[in-house]
Every structure is written in C-alpha cells, then in structure tokens.
C-alpha cells in the first residue's frame, strides 16, 4: 500500500502542465501543417508535403526540431548533409542548423515535427532559399 501511495506522490509532483490542445491546420505552398499540441519549451505538429515539393531552406535561432516520418519519403537537408528517410525514420535538426525537408516520391510526405526551445512562434525562420519567393528574414 505504501509503494501505491509513493507512486501516486510521484505522478502528482511530476505531471506535465496541461497543454494546449490545438489542432489547426495552415495551408502553404508546400502542403500543410497542423498543430497537434503546444505546452511551455514545446510544440508537435503533422506536416503533408505535397509530392515534388519542399520546404525553404531555413533557419531557427530559438529551436530544435525533431522529425517522424509517418508516410512517404523525405529528401532531409540538414548543415552539410543530405539523408534519404522512409516510413519509421527519424532525424534530429539543431538549433542554428540550415536544414530543408523535401518530398522526392509520388505520394504526400506525412511527418511529426517536434520543437523544443524557449521560443517556437513561426517568426522565427531564416530563409536562406525558397521555391515559393518567400526570402524574407524573420526577426
């Protein structure tokens, strides 16, 4: 009885923040995404790339990312390299990191980002090239 009562304690004092559930879907260019979930340091979304499409080159200053691929193939650039994934594949981006996704198959791309980092907002993208004359800079 005691070990119940330790693991409910336990649970207690380390249960997450209840997040925000958002499940907005932004289209683009490129495809879409929709936000699946968002709490402080964090964010999930789906991305669908269309097939033949990609994502600009880009940037973040306050973010991480990690990428699931759910369906499809992904063309990943990240820094100097280039990597090919498939259904089950993952990849890491760091923070400051270049990196492009790309959809080189016949069928939509469906991938689950993950963002870590103090801030997660969408202005924080440095484009560097992109398909759609979106070059811009974000502050």
């Known amino acids: 009885m005691v070990q119940i009562q330790e693991i409910a304690q336990l649970s207690t004092l380390h249960a997450p923040a209840v997040p925000n559930e958002i499940t ?8 879409s995404f929709t936000t699946l979930e968002e709490g402080p340091g964090y964010k999930i979304k789906r991305i669908e790339v269309k097939p033949g499409h990609r994502l600009s080159l880009q940037m973040h200053h306050h973010r991480s990312e990690h990428w699931i691929v759910v369906c499809g193939t992904a063309k990943v650039t990240c ?7 498939f259904t089950n594949q993952s990849t890491y981006v760091p923070q400051c990191t270049s990196h492009r996704l790309e959809n080189p198959g ?18 924080d993208i440095i484009r560097f090239q992109d398909d759609y004359a979106r070059t811009e800079k974000a502050k």
């Open 24 to 31: 907005a879907t932004e289209s683009r260019p490129w495809g």
């Open 79 to 85: 820094g100097e390299t280039e990597q090919i994934l």
């Open 106 to 123: 016949v069928i939509p791309l469906i991938l689950i980002e993950v963002q870590n980092g103090e801030y997660l907002g969408e202005d």
